[in-house]
């Protein structure tokens, strides 16, 4: 069943001075089934970035329809958008998005904070989560007392608390270190097994070789997708390398 419909994404900017317009997607769809775990990729400039903010419904689509489990997101009212992505969407960031003022536990009860939830519930959702991914021990630090692999950890605990239909990953591995990385590709593929629906964008040939499905973005649209299947995670790096260098030099790609 697919959980996320995209259906003829176009996205057109018109800039501040001389009203040129800019068409930063074209003619985009696809579909993400429950359970899956996909990657987006692309040159910088491809639309991948813009496709995954109008996703997490940050942006609105000029033409088309993103529907999550059946309901057209971009027919949400913009006062009710806040609640629908704090019910829906976990999101996971490159820089982490953690307030420093907050403790690690307060960051990661933030959303179902904002949702009215108890302390008791908030508590309970959050001990099984922060056991899995091992940061029980550091819940009472702080984000600058932790290192980036930490601090990642926490971000995506924060996006599992409020029990989302989809995680939008946004570059997950780019401010950490390779360890750390692989720690959190790690994670991200355990978390994928128990059921978890992931969406991410990134440039790392390495995170989007643990994806079970590679989306490649040129110009605006989807150019090309594999599947892993049964290949392991470095038959799926060469397929993904040889893919992108098709997209770089400009061929065509092989059917």
């Given at each position: 069943m697919a959980i996320l419909e995209v259906n003829n994404i176009k996205k057109v900017y018109t800039t501040r001075f001389g009203g040129n317009q800019v068409q930063a997607l074209?003619?985009?769809?696809?579909?993400?089934?429950?359970?899956?775990?996909?990657?987006?990729?692309?040159?910088?400039?491809?639309?991948?970035?813009?496709?995954?903010?109008?996703?997490?419904?940050?942006?609105?689509?000029?033409?088309?329809?993103?529907?999550?489990n059946g309901k057209n997101v971009s027919a949400i009212r913009e006062g009710e958008l806040s609640a629908f992505r704090r019910q829906n969407l976990g999101f996971v960031f490159q820089d982490f998005n953690l307030l420093d003022t907050f403790s690690l536990q307060d960051n990661i009860f933030l959303p179902l904070v904002l949702a009215g939830k108890s302390y008791n519930e908030m508590r309970s959702r959050l001990m099984p989560i922060a056991e899995k991914l091992s940061i029980n021990e550091i819940l009472s630090k702080y984000p600058y007392e932790v290192s980036g692999g930490q601090k990642q950890r926490a971000a995506v605990a924060r996006a599992l608390i409020t029990n989302p239909q989809l995680i939008l990953a946004d570059e997950p591995t780019g401010a950490l270190d390779s360890k750390a990385a692989e720690g959190l590709l790690s994670m991200f593929q355990t978390i994928n097994e128990e059921g978890q629906t992931i969406l991410m964008v990134t440039h790392s040939i390495k995170a989007a070789s643990c994806a079970k499905r590679v989306l490649f973005i040129k110009d605006g649209q989807v150019f090309h997708q594999i599947y892993k299947g049964s290949s392991s995670n470095e038959e799926m790096y060469q397929k993904i390398s040889d893919t992108l260098t098709v997209i770089t030099t400009g061929g065509e790609r092989n059917e």
């Open positions: 074209s003619d985009v769809s696809f579909s993400v089934e429950k359970g899956e775990y996909v990657a987006i990729m692309g040159e910088s400039g491809s639309g991948k970035t813009t496709l995954l903010n109008i996703l997490a419904s940050l942006d609105r689509a000029t033409a088309g329809q993103v529907l999550l």
